[in-house]
């Protein structure tokens, strides 16, 4: 079993900047993937980032330039630095572990809310 837990998020004006961040604890994979999703209002959960324990990223479009996804590998810790916001970033923000990519089994934080008020 994997445990995840997030932190930061909150309500911040258009064009400021937030910090994610998400530890995971457990049952930890060394080839573990970890990234951030988040659902606005009213819509589907879509993918922000994720990050492999090599480094390697993924970022989606939408956020390319403004969002930035790093990682700890020593804390099983991933971050997502967040500047440029946009009032369309608000969101409930979610940490996502999988033990390897396309893992069938993955695991989700509580989620956090970002608002960016325009």
């Known amino acids: 079993q994997v445990q995840v837990v997030e932190s930061g998020g909150g309500l911040v004006q258009a064009g400021g900047s937030l910090r994610l961040s998400c530890a995971a604890s457990?049952?930890?994979?060394?080839?573990?993937?970890m990234g951030w999703y988040r659902q606005p209002p009213g819509k589907q959960r879509e993918l922000v980032a994720t990050i492999t324990m090599r480094l390697r990223t993924n970022v989606a479009d939408s956020v390319k330039g403004r969002f930035t996804i790093s990682r700890d590998n020593a804390k099983n810790t991933v971050y997502l630095q967040m500047n440029s916001l946009k009032p369309e970033d608000t969101a409930v923000y979610y940490c996502?572990?999988?033990?390897?990519?396309?893992?069938?089994?993955?695991?989700w934080g509580q989620g956090t809310q970002v608002t960016v008020s325009s």
């Open positions: 457990g049952s930890i994979s060394s080839i573990n993937v």
């Open positions: 996502n572990y999988k033990p390897f990519n396309d893992a069938p089994t993955e695991y």
